[in-house]
């Protein structure tokens, strides 16, 4: 098993210009995530999906989009990028559902290092 | 929305001293998660607990949940553990709260 598989790895962009995360997971889970990390802070929620065609916000969604396209895919888009949007993108996935999902352990991709000039 | 407070921020150890890194909550959880991320990037989970104590090897965590607080302790450490350990909270939904992560050092 892969596990949780996010491309690019690196990529540099120049503002107003767009791009698609990929992320997928192979461990049949039901919640995945996109988070952004940046030094300094913790770990931010941008978007979620607690299940296959079902998306919500998280804690700093302004500037992105979401697609849940199956059970195994969720990207994230950048419609227009922006210098504050630089900064490391994490996929993670989780096999809770509802309620019990903080009691669920979270498997992380390997992140995606994103440079908007 | 809870706020998650870890200490210390940095911390250097000597090979095989017995290491502590704390963390407060500042709302009532449904659980809380220790994992590492190594000088790489990539993260993984430690523990997740909701009462009491998880051993796992060298790694031991400890939740009070009528203080708001955790510990992970790492007993006979090695420059391997060396990583940033970032503590995260949940509630009752799909969303944790991150700590901003402890960086742990450990020289031969």
């Known amino acids: 098993n892969a596990g949780v598989t996010q491309t690019p790895k690196f990529q540099v962009l120049k503002t107003g210009q767009s791009m698609t995360l990929q992320c997928a997971q192979d461990m049949n889970h039901n919640s995945m995530y996109w988070y952004r990390q940046d030094p300094g802070m913790g770990l931010r929620l941008i978007y979620y999906?607690?299940?296959?065609?079902?998306?919500d916000k998280g804690e700093v969604p302004n500037g992105y989009n979401v697609s849940r396209l199956n059970k195994r895919e969720f990207s994230l888009r950048l419609e227009s990028a922006a210098p504050s949007q630089t900064s490391v993108y994490f996929c993670?996935?989780?096999?809770?559902?509802?309620?019990?999902?903080?009691?669920?352990?979270?498997?992380f991709g390997p992140g995606t290092r994103l440079t908007v000039l | 929305k809870n706020e998650v407070e870890q200490s210390p921020q940095n911390l250097t150890a000597q090979e095989g001293e017995f290491i502590t890194i704390n963390c407060s909550y500042s709302v009532g959880i449904s659980a809380l998660h220790w994992l590492q991320q190594h000088p790489g990037g990539g993260i993984v989970s430690l523990f997740m607990l909701s009462s009491g104590k998880k051993k796992h090897g060298r790694l031991i965590a400890t939740i009070n949940i009528q203080e708001k607080h955790s510990s992970l302790h790492i007993t006979a450490s090695h420059p391997r553990d060396s990583a940033v350990y970032i503590c995260?909270?949940?509630?009752?939904?799909?969303?944790?709260?991150f700590g901003k992560g402890t960086l742990l050092t450990v020289n031969p």
């Open positions: 999906s607690a299940s296959e065609g079902t998306t």
């Open positions: 993670a996935s989780s096999s809770g559902t509802s309620l019990l999902s903080s009691y669920n352990e979270q498997f």
């Open positions: 995260a909270v949940g509630g009752s939904n799909y969303k944790l709260t």
